[in-house]
């Protein structure tokens, strides 16, 4: 692997130039069927992305109770995002459409926050 990567053709990511890194999100977005990818360092840093682009500051992200956001994430949803997190008892991980309407927050109360998001973990290591 050492070799590999001390042989890896590289460039300047920030600019396109790196011609692995696009090789492999063109890969990437080609297996996923997607018109684009982009890589990111680790799997917290894909969450919270996805957080950043979903939900507003101040608003709430249901998430399953043993998710890797909600345990293992240093609460950066809270810190990078500005939502926290609800979350919700589940089967094996999977939050039923019933168990999202039973916690979703009423758009007219304005003491509580908004709803912004519903995260699906699809390679749930506390739920086998």
Do not use: C, W
Not at 17 to 29: G, M, P, R, Y
Not at 98 to 125: F, G, K, W
């Amino acid at each position: 692997m050492r070799r590999v990567m001390a042989a890896a053709e590289v460039g300047d990511d920030v600019y396109g130039e790196d011609s692995t890194v696009n090789k492999l999100q063109e890969t990437a977005a080609r297996l996923m069927g997607k018109e684009d990818a982009l890589f990111v360092s680790s799997g917290t840093m894909g969450n919270l992305l996805g957080v950043v682009v979903n939900a507003s500051p101040g608003s709430e992200v249901i998430v399953d109770s043993e998710s890797h956001m909600f345990l293992y994430e240093v609460a950066g949803p809270g810190a990078v995002a500005g939502v926290q997190l609800l979350p919700v008892i589940t089967e094996r991980g999977v939050i039923s459409p019933q168990q999202v309407e039973a916690v979703l927050r009423p758009a007219d109360e304005i003491d509580e926050p908004l709803t912004s998001m519903v995260s699906l973990e699809n390679t749930h290591n506390r739920h086998g």
